[in-house]
């Protein structure tokens, strides 16, 4: 796996951020302090089952939307 | 309370059964305690959430999860901001992919300033929600035709309004939700504009199976002593309508013996 | 209810405090068994009860005292069907010498198809009978006037009705009986015309002190879930008017979040 | 008190009625079969307190009501 | 209209032949000129007038003679304003005294808030000023028994308010307007509360044979033009009332033949 | 009424101006004369027709063309009986075969027992019938949402019902037909369920362009008076929009001067 | 009649007011500009015909109402 | 055109009827006793233009729905 640590521009939640090329969406959410049990996650409009955000990288131009419940009637 | 229970027929959507016929939102408290003071005073277990981006500046914390227990509330969550049959669609999914139901309160909006749902929008999404297994139970108008076609769809249960969400204005039109309530055979749940205790009363007097509020009781000075009304209001209106009302006439009939006067 | 109890403040009514703010007769039932086993549901502590001559003939017992305990109720004795003062007085009287309380229903009719009072004659009689140390709660009419006349002459409670006796129309004129409420001192009691749980309801959400009834709950089908139903109604009323009701308003405000939407 | 049996009309309970001359309203009330703690007497328009039961007497012409509480709304 | 007028049966009070089933006050407006103009577009013949000092100081000519013609218009005096029977006395002698006819419109105040009627010092007025010779048209509130005994005091016609003067809010208790009228033989004329066409329309559905009103036209944006739809509104509630409505009823019924369909 | 005229703005439907604010059906008549008095005393320029088989065995003159001069009305055929967009749309053609206008009232039902409007269906045939030339209005239910989408749809007007056809309940809820209104450019006519004057009064008073009633006039007691009762009501309501009603307080406001008082 | 023109206290329409003692009803409308048949005068609680507007005189104390008909409902 | 008279049969407005073969829908009208301007027809299904009624011909088997305008709401 990539560990020279270039980063890559993505679309997260509708912003642009840069984060490490390669990088899995497990990874990701630990970076971002995120219980990957308390979000869902999209990746390019798929919806990701959580056993696979350990396998799943994100590349370049990815769009990333991490979703969670908030109140709500 | 206690031995009144008995005194109501069981309330069952989709297979799941619930204790209380009051559905309550998580949404516009002031605060989060406050928000689950007045949901258990409520006495609802069944309480709707919304799906929404994390806030990654983090604010503040906003999972409902952070202050809700999953397993002291059963979660529906809704489709609410959805525009697009396919938008609500989406969120549906990502509901479900949380992990907990497959329930979803599927909500298409048709109008920004009434938030009255897309009839149109909403049935299409209700069929292929339903073909993906989703247990829906649909925001709709008071609309019959579409009430049956929702029905048709595959809805474990429909859920016209009472009036315009978060107008507080009550059963405007009884006629059409009593009608609803006798032509369905899923549950009917009123969703959306009961303002105060008697309005839930009143909808639940037309033969319905349950109401869902969120503003009625964010919104009301003291949140918490008016889910006990409300509480109450759903239970007397409940009762009222299993026991009977007498008939309602012009002319006054004594209710004292005319008999047994003195000279 | 329990804990529930702490949510409402104190009711007194000429020095007696109620638990209940539900007060209902003892008329119209098709038993006597019904009749005690509703009063108990609804949860009442003050019950009227008419006076009548013995039945020498004793086709069947009468004495409501037979199925009633003293001990259990506060028993209100009432003037029905009284249609002048003089005999109104008479009937006061009579019920006094009983020896249970100084406490009557005042009731003057003037009218056989409305049973609407004569407020002018009931006026007459409540100043006579203040003045025999009687505590009067004067059953009347929902014109204000006629009301601050009454609390002038001193009686404990003024109890305009919601519509005509055993109408089961509800309240007809809110605002009539808001401003009553509004401008008295003494407790306000709705008496007369309640038909249903949401009647009920909505009588408490105008902030009266309590309610009157007695054919909503013999007249229903099932007189003792009524009873349950009416219990919950009174409670959910008075609980929403002390809540504070959300503002009612046309135009739709959204319960979940706008923010927070996907692209 | 009278023993010798004459009757004499009463209105009782606006009917027309026989009654031992001189009787005593507690008397009348055993006769009838009525507790005494149940009932409130009128005897010609005054209401009777209950410790004269014993020693008010009924004669001829009296108008006597026997009243009681009976359900009412 | 012209041929319309025969649709309807004669309208008289008092002796006095009314053409228009609508009574105008000329309070509240903001010109003369515009209350002339909304008179003769609402079709009113009988008009009420105050009975007040005279401005010694003369600020501006506040004298309605000189710009109603009496020829033109029946005057009604009202008591407009006085609190008890003795002045509400005073007033309409001082009117009667101005030689115009014996007719006033009595009116005793019971309450600056609400302007109800005192209905106990109303019938005492009443009974003095018929025995007078007054043609008294009192002014009372939905109360049948006071409306009966106004009668029974000799008054030419009884005026019941819909809902208090000045608020507009329509016919609140149609139930006791109705009765009222269908109980008394002097004629019925509802006075007060009438803030729109509708609710003068509703009003006359009842039965009753008049209505008088005032602010409704005065506070309208266009008092003239609303004068017009003042007096197609009581036209309309009163033929449709004498047309006899089809019944209601909560199941549809076609409208255009179920035969004759294609195959 | 003749100056009175002048006091409304224009009525415009798909190019064609009406004098008349009023459309009324032509079914359900007991007679064929009272039905043309009716329609006469009524006001009305434009009335629906049915499209149905000839009668072959002529048990009676069906025809209602043999009635109304086509010259003196226009003629407005409906779909009624329709239950799916296909036969609404044949239905329209062969109305439009008959060769008097491209005009149509698309009406497809969605329920017997209710006679409520397939929303979805009709919005179908709305699309198609637009496309094919046809002047489309549409009788609807009372949901903006697709009354919008019947708008983009290209009808002409769109016809929300105020209540079921035949029912005679009125407008049941104000708050969406007047949204409605507000929101759309095309004219709002309301259509079914007016049952009396003050109904037509109060619907043309939430500020709609017209309105369609048949049942209330063929099915009151006098339907010609009745007939005049709806003209004057229409006429009333929507004056009374345009005048500007008072603004309605639960409080009262004098309507005579309160200086000047005598001592 | 008095012609000195002594004046005295009255209260006119609620106000203290100076007129010519002895002064008639119909002078003292003219005086104020009043028609007489537009005005009802009521002298110490009593109301005045019109006809003796010429003979009734204004004296010390007098209480003079002088009403008419204005816009009311 | 036809003129011998042979007869098929048709459904008319529902019903099975006869009508002799080729006959035109002028023709049929006519028999009917129906003016042309006061009806619509409907032909299998086609709606005919009032200018072909002389033209159009009947024949075996034919569904013709005669339609006109009715008092509806």
């Known amino acids: 796996m990539n560990t020279t640590g270039t980063t890559v521009s993505v679309r997260l939640n509708g912003k642009k951020a840069e984060v ?3 990088q899995t969406v497990r990874a990701l959410l630990e970076s971002l302090d995120l219980h990957p049990g308390m979000v869902v996650v999209e990746l390019n409009r798929e919806i990701l089952e959580r056993d696979v955000y350990g396998a799943r990288t994100i590349h370049e131009g ?12 | 309370m206690a031995g009144g229970e008995t005194l109501d027929t069981p309330f069952e959507v989709g297979g799941h059964t619930l204790r209380s016929r009051l559905i309550v939102g998580t949404g516009k408290y002031e605060t989060n305690e406050v928000m689950v003071d007045a949901i258990r005073a409520s006495g609802a277990d069944m309480v709707t959430v919304a799906v929404r981006r994390v806030d990654l500046d983090r604010t503040k914390e906003e999972g409902v999860l952070h202050h809700l227990d999953p397993e002291e509330f059963f979660l529906l969550a809704n489709t609410a901001g959805c525009y697009t049959a396919e938008d609500a669609v989406r969120y549906a999914r990502l509901a479900r992919a949380a992990g907990f139901n497959d329930f979803v309160k599927l909500e298409v909006i048709g109008d920004e300033r009434t938030l009255l749902p897309d009839v149109h929008a909403t049935l299409q999404a209700a069929r292929t929600l339903a073909e993906e297994g989703f247990k829906v139970m649909a925001y709709t108008n008071d609309d019959l035709i579409t009430a049956l076609k929702l029905e048709d769809a595959g809805c474990v249960a429909v859920m016209p309004l009472a ?12 006629y059409f939700i ?24 009143v909808t639940m007097e037309q033969g319905v199976d349950g109401v869902l509020m969120n ?3 964010a919104a009301a000075d003291d949140p918490v002593r008016m889910a006990h009304a409300m509480r109450h209001g759903i239970r007397a209106g409940r009762l009222a309508y299993l026991a009977g009302r007498m008939p309602s006439r012009e002319i006054a009939v004594p209710s004292s013996p005319t008999r047994g006067m003195l000279d």
């Open chain 2, 178 to 201: 009593r009608e609803i309530k006798r032509r369905l055979e899923v549950p009917v749940i009123v969703d959306a504009g009961v303002g105060t205790a008697s309005d839930a009363c």
């Open chain 1, 20 to 22: 490490r090329d390669g």
């Open chain 2, 163 to 174: 009036s315009p969400i978060g107008s507080g204005l009550g059963v405007v039109n009884p």
């Open chain 2, 215 to 217: 503003t009625a009781l």
């Open chain 1, 62 to 73: 990815d769009a990333i939307e991490l979703v969670h419940f908030v109140g709500g009637g």
